[in-house]
């Protein structure tokens, strides 16, 4: 055996994961501080919050297996910290102020260590005071590569973001008004991708390209409609699907992502397509995919993964819920209007506590007409049931939405030990008490 064989194997026996090759660490810095950011319609910069001064943050990406290390350095006014949306990590990395760590102070800094596990389309942003802080900016995509990269033409990240803008370009400086707590939280009046308004994409006759859509908004719900473009579904909320399926538009809601494959057609040289909001009944364009009039390129041949590990429908059949989380409004907490987890508000909240490697079902009833995004953290779920009636998505998810007076059945396997947080992911919502706790406990080893 080779020297440099025998030094890795020795490591692999040890249990060394890092540096076995140099590439495999990446060490990066977000700084969360006061920036601007040019709006087009405003001849003045708009004071925004960002990471590293841009908006969106830096877009992240490794490769699976790879460990990045995030240096967060908080020069803001105020705490904060850094959540890693859909991202399975050790619990002590969540990013969670008073549940996995302390809150990273004004002027302090907190280093995340992230064993990138699973491939797909993640996002990061603060878990602390949320309606502000990501509603002037703060958040960024984040990106796990494959081992082995399909051929793709294009691989094009979309973060959406909502703006709350005043004639004068400001943000508008309240946020948990009374009218964002009654309604489904801070919807704002101008809609970016990336920070840009209305953006242009340029793709030539031919390719093949991704569409990572991440819904980082505040609060708003999106249904974004490719008009006259043949998309499929490859990925949902991070994870591969079990099944390809043709894309016929998608509730995504804020915290959900999907991905989708498009060929862009031979013929459709010099071709303008318009993607347009289709969630309320005013639709409005939200970006355009400009098709170059040049010969066409030969369209890359290759089947994009499909999940491995899809927990199948019967694993829950006989399982009865471990818990059941009521959604609604109700009186008291900090702004007067609580919305509430079984008549209970964040962090006086109804936990869920359950063992890791099992089957659990988990139900969501939301009594209230208003809408409920709810994220888990940790974990990856199935929905089982909607309203009552079996639901066979072929995907698992990290967001589900909940419409009004609707109910959802989720099935999961809890793989890691911790307490996971599971909240709405419209910020005013969570803000006004709609939080509790997954508490997964370790496996015992008798
Ligand atoms: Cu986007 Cu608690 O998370
Ligand atoms: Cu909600």
């Not at 919050?49 to 908080?74: A, D, K, L």
């Not at 002590?92 to 102070?105: F, N, S, W």
């Not at 894309?247 to 995504?252: R, S």
Request: charged share 20%; aromatic share 8%.
């Amino acid at each position: 055996m080779q020297i440099i064989a025998k030094i890795i194997l020795f490591l692999m026996v040890i249990g060394f994961s890092t540096p076995v090759s140099a590439v495999s660490t990446q060490i990066l810095k977000l700084t969360a501080k006061k920036s601007t950011h040019q709006f087009p319609f405003f001849d003045a910069q708009t004071p925004v919050w960002s990471y590293n001064g841009s908006i969106p943050g830096p877009t992240i990406r490794g490769q699976v297996g790879q460990t990045i290390e995030v240096e967060f350095i908080n020069k803001l006014d105020e705490p904060s910290s850094i959540h890693w949306h859909g991202l399975i990590v050790d619990n002590a990395m969540d990013g969670v102020p008073g549940v996995t760590q302390d809150p990273v102070k004004a002027g302090d800094r907190f280093s995340y260590r992230l064993k990138l596990r699973d491939a797909g389309t993640y996002w990061y942003h603060p878990h602390l005071n949320g309606s502000e802080q990501l509603g002037r900016g703060l958040k960024g995509a984040l990106i796990v590569e494959p081992k082995e990269k399909l051929p793709w033409s294009q691989d094009i990240v979309w973060l959406i973001d909502d703006w709350l803008l005043e004639k004068s370009g400001d943000i508008f400086p309240s946020f948990n008004t009374g009218r964002d707590l009654m309604h489904d939280g801070r919807w704002g009046n101008v809609v970016t991708i990336n920070g840009k308004y209305k953006p242009k994409v340029s793709v030539t006759p031919g390719e093949r390209i991704r569409i990572r859509l991440i819904n980082g908004a505040n609060a708003r719900v999106l249904m974004p409609l490719f008009n006259g473009i043949d998309a499929h579904v490859i990925a949902v909320d991070g994870k591969p699907v079990s099944q390809i399926f043709k894309y016929n538009g998608f509730d995504l809601a804020p915290g959900n992502r999907i991905d989708l494959d498009i060929i862009i057609p031979t013929e459709a040289q010099g071709h303008t397509y318009v993607v347009e909001d289709g969630f309320t009944r005013n639709k409005f364009p939200l970006a355009s995919i400009e098709v170059k009039k040049v010969q066409p390129v030969q369209t890359p041949v290759f089947d994009p993964t499909t999940a491995e590990d899809f927990l199948p429908a019967n694993v829950f059949s006989k399982v009865t819920p471990s818990k059941t989380w009521d959604l609604d409004a109700i009186r008291g907490g900090k702004f007067g209007i609580g919305w509430a987890m079984n008549r209970l508000l964040w962090p006086d909240s109804d936990t869920a506590d359950i063992p890791m490697g099992q089957p659990q079902k988990i139900v969501f009833r939301n009594n209230s007409s208003r809408l409920h995004p709810m994220h888990i953290h940790g974990t990856f779920f199935r929905v089982l049931e909607r309203n009552g009636k079996p639901e066979a998505e072929p995907f698992t998810r990290d967001t589900v939405l909940l419409s009004a007076r609707e109910s959802v059945v989720i099935g999961l396997v809890p793989t890691e030990p911790g307490i996971w947080m599971s909240h709405c992911h419209i910020q005013s919502h969570a803000e006004a008490g709609m939080m509790t706790t997954v508490n997964v406990a370790p496996q015992r080893s008798d």
